[in-house]
């Protein structure tokens, strides 16, 4: 029997476990699109090649299995290049496979003729064009253990158009086995030993957890060696929640909980667990002070030391390097914590009371830090996507998260848009779960249209948007660095968002009261179907982080 190269390809997602595809149909990639039919692999086809990628890289994020997008020839792997970017930044696991014109018709100007290979290089952890139909099983064996052996991050396959539609013997083409380290790099004992030392001996230790420890599946081991040792933890993305953060250890994350532990003396000895050297573990809004001690655990040995120097680096698996630390950890005696982390409580408490009076009832309009808390108190439990400059910043200060996975936020590239690809994402991941995507009014214009993916495919997720008229963060920054009379391109008006998102099918509700926020959002959920709640808030409300920035002192509320 002969057989094409989409079959190949299907086939190989089967193998290796892949229960949906993410994309945007076009004639290049329609041989995958048809196998995967056959093979009841499910194709969540959205509105733009972006909102493909992000819903990959969210679900990911949200379940820590690598995600997939295929995307046709030239335009469809030009849109899709800010979502790959995204996943590289934050380190996430995913394929994609790229369209491209006929390896025949190179160099004559075909429909859509566009080398996606050398766009992709910088923004992948390793990109391959397939010229061989027989090859395509292997091509995609080793796409998926590049995109999650090691250190994870996006990977990403161009196969021609003529390769991927010719028909070979069956009997012709070998499907690898699947294969992964059943041995990921374990820590040396000597190292260990001095770890634990310096954390014995430490005053005001911290864990700074990031998603690293997610994606090694090290959530739980996080916890046990946290409540084993007494030293509180910081988490990042999608490792928040790990160690609850309504429980005393579980700080927050790192934007926030980085300001009280300066305001608590800050840590003297760091465990860097599964992060990177970044903004804010070693840059300008570092949460590591320059005298402090650092043990930094990674599992790619070029991340240590990267930007600053490390008293101890440790090139070991995130849960290999926990269950290590607790099995030498038993035995040994360790401080108690109480006084630190009371001192870090106090701290946060602190901050809390500055904002108290933006949670006044009678305020308006609405502070869009209310509306943040009201979102995380309907959410208590469940997922919760946020999206946007200062919505973000907002939401960050008011979430508690207390389950790993269930907090997808954008992380180093900063990247707008990914609120309601993400949040549709988590709920084809999670049906059973309410999810919830909080955004800015600027943020939700750039995938608007996958409202209608989320009618199409019954995926009921309800999003509130944070309207403020702006581009909040742009124009702050402008009015509190320049003044009031140097405001432009950063504002939108009023927009009837809810309106616009009814037209696609959807549970719509527009919001000016803060009293009305909570029982739009309960309404939403109980309409069975995707939903939009336009909630006004001030317009005037500057988050702390543009204050930090413009490095001025915020104004009272």
Known sequence: MKIDGGEMFARMLKREGVENIFGLHGGHI???????????????????????????????????????????????????VTAVANAYMDCVPMIV??????????????????????????????????????????????????????RPGP??????????????????????????????????????????????????????????????????????????????????????GAVPEDTPLGLGGFMVAGRALAFAGGPDVVLLLGAR????????????????????????????????????????????????LIAAARGRSFPARDEWVGRIRQAQAGIGAMYAAALDPARRPVHPFRLAKLVAEAMSDGVLAVDGGETFVWAEMAI????????????YLGCLGTGIPFGLAAKLAHPEERVLVLTGDGSVGLNFAEFDTAVRHNLPVVVVVNNDQAWG????????????????????????????????????????DGDGILPAIER????????????????????PAVQAAARVEAPAL
């Open 30 to 80: 329609d041989p995958i699109f048809q196998a995967c039919m056959d093979h009841q692999i499910r194709l969540v086809d959205t509105r733009h090649e972006q909102a493909a990628g992000h819903m990959a890289d969210a679900w990911a994020r949200t379940t820590g299995k690598p995600g997939v997008a295929v995307v046709t020839a030239g335009p469809g792997v030009t849109d899709i």
């Open 97 to 150: 496979a790229g369209g491209r014109h006929p390896l025949s018709e190179d160099e004559q100007m075909p429909l859509q003729e566009l080398h996606g290979l050398p766009l992709m290089q910088s923004i992948t952890k390793w990109s391959r064009l397939v010229r061989d139909t027989e090859r395509i099983p292997e091509y995609v064996s080793m796409a998926f253990r590049q995109a999650t052996t090691g």
């Open 155 to 240: 990977v990403f396959l161009e196969i021609p158009a003529d390769v991927l539609a010719r028909r070979v013997d069956e009997e012709q083409v070998r499907y690898p086995a699947t294969s992964s380290p059943e041995a990921p790099p374990a820590p040396q004992p000597e190292a260990l030993s001095r770890a634990l030392d310096m954390l014995a001996k430490a005053e005001r230790p911290v864990i700074l957890a990031g998603r690293g420890v997610w994606f090694a599946g090290a959530a739980a081991e996080l916890r046990e060696f946290a409540e084993a040792t007494g030293i509180p933890v910081c988490a990042n993305g999608m490792t928040r």
């Open 277 to 324: 050297l970044g903004l804010f573990t070693g840059g300008r809004q570092s949460i590591i002070p320059p005298g402090a001690k650092v043990i930094q655990v990674d599992i790619e040995g070029t991340e240590i030391g990267r930007s600053r120097d490390i008293d101890l680096g440790i090139v070991a698996d995130a849960r290999e390097a926990l269950r290590a």
């Open 400 to 411: 508690a998260p207390r389950r790993p996975g269930r907090y997808l936020g954008h992380g």
């Open 473 to 512: 963060m742009c124009k702050h920054e402008q009015v509190v660095r320049l003044g009031e009379d140097r405001i432009t391109g950063t504002e939108l008006g009023l927009v009837r968002y809810d309106k616009a998102a009814a037209a696609f099918g959807v549970h719509a509700e527009f919001v000016e």
């Open 524 to 543: 939403a959920f109980a309409s069975g179907r995707p939903a939009c709640v336009n909630v006004m808030t001030d317009p005037d409300a500057i988050s």
